[in-house]
């Protein structure tokens, strides 16, 4: 009983229970109005790519004798080059993109964090290797190689993009984590989990990462903002041969036909560049006041 | 590394002292102690490491490009299969009824060479003369773009540090990070869209190319001036995506190097501020910027694709954009190729740079920054 009470001393963080310390949270986020911005638009996005879909579905409905409408009562962002209405496109447009973002910025994170707390924690030879294939990663250029990657493989499902995204993304965490749990594994309460001989999984997941929580989904955030960049940018250029809706793909029709130099469009062409701008944007400022609130000495480091 | 200094001299002597097995292992030793040799060796690992990827991606991979273009030949040209594959070898730059790990010899081989095959459409146009008429326009772009924005950027976020939390400040911060935030194409797009198509303030299917058509290159003020012409929308994309990043990290760089002791002890020996700000305080906090100067220039050589693509810029990204159209396998493999060899020796010249510029780190140890 004892050995188990001197082992968990990070139980005491939850005691105050989810609820206090999601109010806590939000009363520290409060001081931070880009932040509070930030939260707003993600929740935004998300209830709007997820929720909003399913009570307005998906209308293919073309028009050749409404294209590029000004927005209008019954098309509130206008229409794009085929007649069909842009609000409805933006509605469901976002699932893709913020699903590729989740599950590649979840992967890239899972890696980052399993193999950098491991170097660190078990050191010697393991740590050599994998800080030497982290910096060999690092050094690599990501948009040429997954653009080779794109030609040669064929990436047809969303989660096969996500997959390379995520593989291509963890270098950069993968060190910073290294660094944060060398630093947190000189720790008392570290040092009394080694000195009880319990294991190197145990000592990883029970002891350091618990710690780390706040730095985790900071850099899951900022892992989510580089997928989307890529994955964007990739359907704008038609370099994903992804079928359906989303607003890559809205743009990447956009340059196609043209519309990019026709004057009427311009609402056409703003609205998913801002529904992928004000997305990123959230993400970026939500991150970096969590990033103030919870590790303001870490700022420093840039 | 020849000996220079008298401790290097004496260090060399000191060896010729021991077996030859333990001079081997002092000379290893000691030169892994120089961040100059780590640099190096990872340069060395890295490249190789990619070629490799590369030669599997073209050569190994079910349905790979050779194998595609030995089916496809056959096909158009009604070729025998052996006659086929006779044509791939000469393109790929491997004879393929060799063994798999002679192939991979010849290919890397001839890499060293700089031999990178041919075209397959354009036949006879080595993958070396593509790269070397397109490669020139983005370092141009990119090298012009990043000076610009490392200078702006560096000087604001120096001012805005030293006015921290006035409205100067608020601005400038709030500014970079939203540019820093926008992705490039996104970027060059809305400038197309805005200055171009909206406002006709920019003649953009005039400003696409490198060059005007009947100017002849040369030192001259019309090919310069006309060059600068084509050159204004990627440079300001390059300049509006990375401005950000340089003044929030010299903001919080600066921050950092005012609460240093030797700031404050400057200032307790009465120096002029303008003296602290450029020799003590700017100087020390621009330093690991400089260095990640060199990284963030290969990452934009190969961010500049979609910039390139997007405004129709004839650099490298836009020929890599083609070939992938065009399924032009050798020219995609040796841009790839050489655009990721660019960004390991730009990371390589950062650690020197590095080196040289931080007394602290140009010596033994400590080079993990």
Redesign the interface.
Known sequence: MSVAAIARPTMRARITGPLASTADFLRLLSRKP?GMVGLAGVLFFVVLAFIVPIFVPYQDFVDVKAIYQPPSAAHPLGTDSSGRDVWNQIINGGRDILTVGLIAGFFSTLIAVTFGSLAAVVGGKLDALIS?AA??WL???????I???G???KFNSIFVIAGFLALLAWAGLLRQVRAQVLSLKERDYVEAARSLDLGVFHIIFREILPNMRSYIVIHFILAM?AAI?GV??LT??G?IPLSGQNWGLM?NFA?VRGA????D??WY??SP?LA??LF??S???LA?ALEDIFNPRL??S? | MAATTPADARLATDMYRYSPYARGRRALVWMWDRPIARSLVRVVITIFLVTTLNFVLIRLMPGNAIDNYIAQIMNEQLLSYEDARQQASGLFNVDLKKPIHEQYFQFLGDLAHGNLGTSMLSQGTSVTSIIAAYLPWTLFTVGLGLLLSFTAGTFLGLLAAYRRDSPFDHVVSTVGSILSSIPNYITALLLVVILGTQLRILPIAEMRGSSSPGVTPGFHLEYLADILFHAVLPVTVIFIATVGHWLLSMKSATLATLEEDYVTAARARGLSDGRITTAYVGRNAVLPLVSQLAIQAGYVVGGAFFVEVILVYPGIGLRLFKSIEQRDYTVMQGIVLLLTVSVVVANLVADLAYAKLDPRIGRAGGANG
């Open positions: 880009l030497g910096d060999f050094t690599i250029p990501h948009i040429p190689i653009v080779l990657l030609s040669i493989l903002t960049y964007a940018g704008i250029l370099l743009l340059y990019l130099y026709f004057r469009s311009l062409i703003l560049v992928i701008v990123q944007l993400l970026v400022w970096s700022r420093s840039g």
